[in-house]
């Protein structure tokens, strides 16, 4: 992600909306969920795919659960 940051001149990736990243993560990672479930019940193909990157959004967005923290305290008016 860093090296991302370097190539766009130093400005995080979502720009004004980083605080958005957990939460987007928390949606691919559901997103997953269906596709993993589709493919092994409705198509028959091969679940490592959606299995795979479903492990990679879970990761992601259990790093950045601080800022999806952050972001429910702030809708909630905490």
């Known amino acids: ?5 370097d190539a766009l001149g130093g400005e995080p990736v979502g720009g004004q909306l ?5 939460t ?5 990672a559901g997103l997953m969920i269906g596709a993993t479930l589709t493919e092994l019940f409705v198509s028959g193909g091969g679940v490592v795919l959606p299995l795979v990157l479903l492990m990679l959004s879970a990761v992601i ?10 972001l429910w ?4 008016g905490n």
């Open 1 to 5: 992600m860093q090296l991302v940051e």
């Open 18 to 22: 980083e605080g958005l990243g957990g």
């Open 24 to 28: 987007g993560e928390d949606g691919v």
């Open 61 to 70: 967005a259990w790093g950045r659960r601080a800022t999806t923290i952050e």
């Open 73 to 76: 305290a702030l809708v909630r």
